[in-house]
């Protein structure tokens, strides 16, 4: 019922805190008040038959403590509901710096977390905004009713300390069943996610493979999935929602019978005890009223332990070094080892690299061969299995992260456009003038689709606009790189995609830029790697060979096999 990470968010509100339980004190006061004076109006009534003009300032009374009631309880819900946004706010905002920070390649990557960051993350409102203030409420109006009840009718008293851990009691029981539904409820949610978002990722594949009923049927199942699990949690809220209000009725109807035969046997004065039975409901409402809200609560008991993992996760990045390479580095990789989770065989094998400074190093190979990893190490995606990275001899993980990013400009082996302007797509953030922009637009050749644009470089394009081809992505990856102003350049098939034309462009624009920095190039198509310093030949995680063009190609080996295999001779 009281989660520790939960709670702890509430410590910048502390003040908003005490002001709630003070209000709900207070609240607790004038609801016992109120019994009181409604209870000795209807006692005058009756027994000294009260005229019309004494009865004016006591009604007025009684409205007023109700309006006072009313006041208070939105003074707290206003407290509540304005804490709850500023946590949830917090929550989510260390929950994407966390994300942003993690690697690429955590497992934090998934559907689930989409959901916790959205739906999760609101699920707490009902906790801070309701539920909290509610059971500060209850618990105090739980301490001034008892007083006021043994202090008036002890017997009536001890009926109410008998039947109050009824309730907590019932809630308890359902608690875990309930939260039990609730898991598997959010299970099901995330699974509808998945099914529907791989949908939409694969409708090309789907369409063309005529899988459409197929999909259809697993997307409907995951939805039925969903309802069942919705509506068990339902059943449980219903069912619990109905022994609440037998227990409280019950209760309240032991007490009515009671105070009814004493009366009539005359064993106790009518003001007293009148006030007491009017004080049952209030006892027992805030009891019922904390049960719902526990229900509607649930979800963030469900989801603050997957959010406060997921935020607490340590970073293993470690270092905080801050170095700026001004000059380009050499970049030396000592027998580095590396093997992916789940997988039986390593990806690198003890692999000795040195990309020289200032030069331009290609690593080629076949598919899976390791190509791709050996940047996801240098960029600490990930870490060796064993081995170590160095840069000018310093041990890369001693840096710190931004920093050693800020060294480097990378293009993926699969770009990403965002939902933005091309000049905002590739800036990324900083702020150029527009000639260092169109010299790298000249550079990746995109100049050519830029003036194609109706508002040239402030044309959005992305998913929801302008969409763009998988080379022109290529291109506007290039050219982010190119402006980046990095000493270190690592292109992962940077001519992936483009037509011979283009290629050439990007090539002598390639030639430019990696004037001065350590370039890295990943490539299949060898002929756009022929005049690198140094290429390395990678097989199944290891270096099988190294050397110049001419060198690999007098060696008779791996190299000079794939240059036979591959059509073409284009140069760099
Ligand atoms: N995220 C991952 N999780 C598990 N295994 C992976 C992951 N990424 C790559 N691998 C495996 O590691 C090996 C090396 O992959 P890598 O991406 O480095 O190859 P590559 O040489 O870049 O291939 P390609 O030329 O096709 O891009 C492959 O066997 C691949 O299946
Ligand atoms: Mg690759």
């Not at 919705?230 to 219903?238: G, M, P």
């Amino acid at each position: 019922m009281i989660d520790k990470n939960l709670l702890k968010q509430l410590r910048p509100y502390r003040y908003g805190a005490a002001a709630v339980v003070l209000l709900d004190i207070v609240s607790a006061v004038i609801i016992t008040a109120r019994c009181y004076c409604l209870a000795a109006i209807i006692d005058d009534m009756l027994f000294s038959r009260l005229d019309r003009e004494a009865a004016v300032p006591r009604l007025a009374l009684l409205l007023f403590l109700f309006l006072l009631e009313a006041a208070f309880n939105l003074g707290v819900r206003f407290i509540a509901h304005n804490a709850s946004i500023g946590i949830r706010e917090k929550i989510r905002c260390t929950f994407i710096d966390r994300l942003v920070s993690s690697s690429p390649f955590s497992s934090v990557y998934n559907t689930d977390l989409l959901q916790l960051l959205t739906r999760g993350i609101d699920s707490f409102d009902p906790y801070f905004a309701k539920f909290l203030p509610q059971l500060v409420l209850t618990v105090t109006l739980l301490f001034v009713v008892l007083i006021a009840a043994f202090y008036n009718d002890w017997v009536s008293g001890i009926i109410f300390l008998v039947t109050l851990p009824l309730i907590p009691f019932f809630m308890m029981l359902i608690g875990k069943r309930a939260q039990l539904e609730n898991n598997k409820q959010w299970a099901a949610l995330t699974h509808l996610s998945e099914v529907f978002s791989e949908l939409l990722a694969g409708m090309a594949v789907i369409k063309i493979y005529n899988q459409g009923k197929e999909q259809l049927k697993n997307t409907l199942r995951a939805g039925e999935e969903f309802s069942r699990a919705v509506l068990k949690v339902l059943r449980i809220a219903f069912l619990s929602a109905f022994f609440l209000e037998l227990i409280a009725t019950l209760s309240i109807a032991v007490i009515a019978v009671n105070i009814g035969l004493r009366l009539l046997y005359g064993h106790v004065g009518f003001l007293p005890v009148f006030f007491v039975l009017l004080l049952a409901p209030e006892f027992y409402k805030p009891l019922r009223q904390t049960g719902s809200m526990f229900h509607d609560a649930m979800g963030a008991f469900t989801n603050a332990e997957k959010v406060f993992a997921a935020i607490q996760k340590k970073n293993t990045v470690g270092g905080n070094r801050c170095i700026d390479f001004t000059k380009a580095p050499q970049i030396r990789f000592s027998k580095v080892y590396f093997q992916y989770a789940k997988q039986r065989e390593n990806a690198l094998n003890g692999v000795n690299l040195n990309f020289a400074a200032g030069k331009v190093t290609a690593i080629v190979g076949r598919s899976g061969a390791g190509k791709s990893t050996i940047f996801s190490l240098l960029l600490r995606f990930i870490s060796p299995t064993a081995g170590n990275i160095f840069v000018d001899d310093i041990d890369v993980t001693s840096l710190a992260e931004k920093f050693w990013h800020r060294n480097i400009a990378y293009v993926p082996q699969q770009a990403h456009i965002f939902n933005a302007t091309l000049r905002e797509n590739i800036c990324m953030g900083k702020t150029v003038d527009d000639e260092k922009i169109n010299g790298a637009v000249e550079a990746a050749g995109l100049q050519e689709l830029v003036s194609s644009m109706p508002q040239g470089l402030n044309t959005l394009v992305g998913n929801g606009a302008r969409g763009l081809s998988g080379g022109q992505i290529r291109r506007v990856a290039m050219a982010r790189a190119f402006l980046a102003e990095a000493s270190i350049l690592m292109l992962d098939e940077p001519m992936e995609g483009l037509d011979i034309m283009t290629e050439k462009v990007v090539q002598a624009g390639l030639k430019k830029i990696a004037q001065n920095k350590t370039v890295i190039i990943i490539a299949h198509r060898l002929a756009s790697i022929r005049n690198a310093d140094v290429i390395y030949v990678l097989e199944k995680g290891t270096v099988v060979e190294y050397g110049t063009d001419a060198y690999l190609c007098k060696n008779g080996g791996l190299y000079c096999e794939m240059l036979a295999s591959s059509t073409g001779g284009r140069q760099l």
